[in-house]
């Protein structure tokens, strides 16, 4: 058996524990998304092992005319300390309009990472393929809020 990575979460008995290293993940994830402008609040749930992270947003700092919004983040580590991440930062605010950037197995694209979008909850989904600068969550965090707000001017 390989040895684990440096940073890698481990169980209390000695191995790699793929909960455990989601939930420092999103930990850390949290406490970074309140330091962007538009991030009103942020909470990891459920409370003692994250599986997500769920941030209010101020929709018009983002140019929306929508009263309120929401980013989930929802992030697994994977089953072994050299699997790549699945991972997803999903958007919706009061008005309908809802996006995400995902990278996990999704049948509407050919790879693991892409971008949804819906004008409004009766709508399907459309699906881009995408790429990212990164893997790195706080990299990807940053990233993808840059993208949010291109994305909101654009909408």
Known sequence: MPPLPPDAMVA???????????????????RTVTRH???QHASGEPP????????????????????????????YA???AASEPEFA?????????????????????EGRAHYQERSTPDDDYVYE?????????IRLLWEILERLEDRQRDH
Do not use: K
């Not at 209390?12 to 949290?30: K, N």
């Not at 994250?50 to 929401?70: I, M, N, W």
């Not at 790429?131 to 969550?137: C, E």
């Open 78 to 80: 994977g089953e072994t």
């Open 48 to 75: 003692g092992q994250f599986s997500r992270v769920v941030a209010t947003l101020d929709p018009v700092v983002l140019g929306s005319s929508a009263d309120e919004g929401t980013l989930t983040i929802r992030w």
């Open 12 to 30: 209390f008995d000695g191995g790699y524990d793929p909960g455990e290293a989601s939930h420092t993940v999103l930990l850390e994830l949290r």
């Open 89 to 109: 930062f999903h958007y919706s605010d009061s008005s309908g309009f809802d996006c995400g950037w995902h990278y996990e197995p999704n049948p509407h694209v």
């Open 129 to 137: 393929e995408i790429a990212f600068s990164s893997l790195q969550p």
């Open 37 to 39: 402008p538009v991030v």
